[in-house]
């Protein structure tokens, strides 16, 4: 079983839809969980952490539960600029493979 | 901002050719990680560096060896190249006490 995991999709949405998406990760002791964004050819940068208590930046919100040991993402209203691959990494503190990133989730925002 | 930067944007080399990937980075960054690319598995760590001269063997380090001689520069060696290791590869950087790492552009290898 893969460490992180993802629905590498593709998710094709309208304009101004709603979209989630789910990683589940197979470590318990894992501490710390992030999501980053990948352009299409271009290099991975952080979209957001995720913290135990949710958190929202603009239109995205990130969750957490740690008893299932899944975390979310969730874009409300998307625009055509949020078309891009979505990595979920975890991070399990101690750990000498410092992140775990998840295969990635492919979204495009149809105009 | 940090900039992360790798020596080539596209490389392509023949079998069993010696290879050489350059990473530099400008904000006195302790670590520093190579990983390749690939479609299905996604982002894998290759090798790591804690700091300089030190290196500690990532999720897939086989083909490959390391070396960090400086602080600023992180360098992956294919020391005999193969087909398989046709991949894109990205050199990241982040301080010692945060999370966030920083990407260079990434090198796109063919192997012949």
């Known amino acids: 079983r893969k460490e992180v995991e993802q629905d590498p999709g593709p998710f094709n949405v309208p304009e101004g839809a709603t979209v989630a998406f789910n990683c589940t990760y197979s470590n318990s002791a894992s501490q710390s969980f992030f999501w980053y964004r990948q352009d299409c050819r271009k290099e991975p940068k952080l979209l957001m952490s995720v913290y135990s208590s949710g958190n929202e930046d603009g239109r995205f919100t990130a969750q957490l539960n740690r008893a299932s040991q899944y975390i979310s993402l969730l874009i409300r209203d998307s625009k055509l600029s949020d078309s891009a691959t979505y990595l979920c990494?975890?991070?399990?503190?101690?750990?000498?493979?410092?992140?775990?990133f998840g295969s990635g989730t492919q979204l495009t925002v149809l105009p | 901002d940090v900039k992360v930067t790798q020596s080539s944007r596209y490389l392509v080399k023949r079998t069993g050719e010696k290879v050489f990937l350059e990473c530099v980075q400008d904000m006195d960054h302790e670590n520093m990680f190579w990983y390749r690319q690939d479609p299905g598995p996604g982002l894998r760590l290759i090798y790591f560096s804690y700091d300089v001269k030190m290196k500690e063997k990532g999720d897939i380090p086989e083909g490959y060896s390391v070396s960090r001689e400086k602080k600023e520069r992180f360098s992956l060696i294919l020391e005999s190249a193969s087909t398989n290791q046709t991949s894109m590869y990205l050199c990241?950087?982040?301080?010692?006490?945060?999370?966030?790492?920083?990407f260079g552009s990434g090198t796109q290898l063919s192997v012949l």
């Open positions: 990494v975890v991070n399990m503190r101690g750990s000498a493979r410092q992140l775990t």
């Open positions: 990241a950087s982040r301080r010692i006490d945060a999370e966030k790492l920083f």
